[in-house]
């Protein structure tokens, strides 16, 4: 087999392999490793009349060598047995996970309340799931293809029951003298 033969054999594999819908280009190059990503807590921090606001920590950690900039998450919230619909959204984190390194990530959802349906606070179960793409670092892949590759993404799911955010005392002021 010469060596053009080979080459158009390669290529022509990548274009097959890319018509496939499971295949992630990244898997064939140097992909870098995905962070780890973990529901660290669930509370609810605000009440009002209308609702609730309920957030949400991610402890995420980078294994990579190289920082990886987050470019979007998508998330769910959803309280079973609460009377609520669920909440979901589409965020854009706006940070950059470092090289070697460990961040959080503080995330909202809101819930509506109304007399008829029940109260939502502690002792309520919760389960999140949800996904963060990060933009890999430039690699010849990426040059090639900018944007129309996907990007790859770190999942993340958690349940549990819900606590909630200790109340805030009011800052202590001193007599005037």
């Known amino acids: 087999m010469t060596l053009k033969n080979a080459g158009v054999g390669l290529l022509a594999a990548v274009v ?3 018509g496939c819908s499971s295949f992630k280009p990244w898997d064939v190059f140097d992909r870098p490793r995905d962070p780890k990503v973990h529901v660290a807590d669930v509370r609810v921090t605000e009440r ?3 609702g609730v606001r309920v957030e949400l920590v991610l402890e995420m950690t980078n294994p990579n060598d190289e920082a990886l900039p987050l470019v979007d998450v ?10 609520v619909k669920g909440f979901s959204t589409k965020d854009r984190p ?4 470092p090289a070697k390194g460990s961040q959080r990530l503080v995330l909202a959802a809101a819930f509506e309340t109304n007399p008829q349906t029940a109260a939502i606070g502690a002792g309520n179960r919760y389960h999140v799931s949800g996904s963060i793409t990060y933009r890999p670092p ?6 090639l293809a900018e944007e129309a590759l996907p990007l790859p993404s770190a999942g993340f799911s958690g349940k549990g029951i819900l606590e909630e955010a200790p109340a805030t ?5 001193e007599p005037a003298k």
Do not use: I, S
């Open 16 to 18: 097959v392999l890319a």
């Open 48 to 50: 009002t009349e209308q």
């Open 74 to 83: 998508k998330y769910a919230v959803d309280l079973p047995g609460a009377g």
């Open 94 to 97: 706006n940070m950059t996970l």
């Open 138 to 143: 430039q690699t010849f892949v990426e040059n």
């Open 169 to 173: 005392q009011p800052a202590a002021t």
